[in-house]
């Protein structure tokens, strides 16, 4: 089945606790994107990664790293989390291409929250 | 303002009735719209692709105004299973093929 696979779903951390949240695709897209999504504003872009070792900031990269050493896998990284990171986070993916074709395919989602 | 404006709604809709609904972006340059769906905090699927010269699929019709810039979306013969958040997303500009910019969302609720 082909799918985008985020984990953890759920965790609750402490403020300056380094963690990752793994996102894993089968489908050979190349592009993989992450968003974080609060009440009242919409998904916001973090990061996005073109290809393997081609990434690039989205709107709100501030605290977040991530890495694309391969193609399948697209972790980010929260190196010192703080209680403003508290949120919804999806990973995508999709083909690139036609950009009328630009579909993405969610990972189901993680929420963090950051005490 | 925001790249994306939805109305945040809710619109509350008999079932079987017909809701219609904009999207405005702010770039005169994007190159392409998306309607997304969402149910309650899960995972965003695609509606459908919106193309310049307006799509329908089954009861759902998309349709796009470049001279206003914004997008739009409408649902005939409602059913309770539309109940979600509809996302506007945009493309943007030839800068960056990557960057998408999504709305904060239209609520609809369908009654029966």
């Known amino acids: 089945e082909a799918q ?3 984990n953890p779903r759920y965790l609750i951390t402490v403020t300056g606790k380094k963690l990752t949240v793994t996102c894993s695709q089968n489908m050979n897209h190349e592009y993989m994107s992450w968003y974080r999504q609060d009440p009242g504003l919409g998904l916001r872009q973090i990061y996005y990664s073109m290809n393997v070792e081609v990434t690039d900031k989205g709107d709100v ?36 291409g036609d950009r009328a074709k630009n579909i993405q395919y969610f990972g189901a989602g993680t929420r963090l929250s950051v005490l | ?7 945040p709604g809710p619109f509350n809709v008999p079932e079987g009735a017909t809701v ?22 899960k995972e965003p ?27 739009s979306l409408l649902i005939r013969d409602s059913k309770l299973s539309d109940s979600a958040t509809y996302l506007c997303v945009v493309n943007r500009a030839t800068d960056s093929w990557g960057k998408l910019q999504f709305g904060a969302g239209t609520q609809v609720v369908v009654t029966p």
């Not at chain 2, 303002?1 to 109305?7: I, P, S």
């Not at chain 2, 219609?20 to 905090?41: E, G, K, L, M």
């Open chain 1, 4 to 6: 985008v696979t985020q």
């Open chain 1, 61 to 96: 990269p501030e605290g977040y790293k991530v890495s694309r050493k391969e193609k399948r896998n697209f972790p980010l990284i929260l190196e010192s989390p703080s209680p403003n990171q508290t949120s919804l986070y999806f990973c995508a993916s999709s083909l690139i």
């Open chain 2, 1 to 7: 303002r925001k790249e994306v404006e939805q109305d």
């Open chain 2, 20 to 41: 219609a609904f904009n999207c405005t972006y702010s770039n005169s340059a994007s190159q392409s719209f998306f309607w997304y769906r969402q149910d309650c905090r």
């Open chain 2, 45 to 71: 699927k695609l509606l459908m692709s919106v193309y310049s010269s307006g799509n329908e699929d089954g009861r759902f019709t998309a349709q796009l105004n470049r001279a206003s810039q914004y997008i």
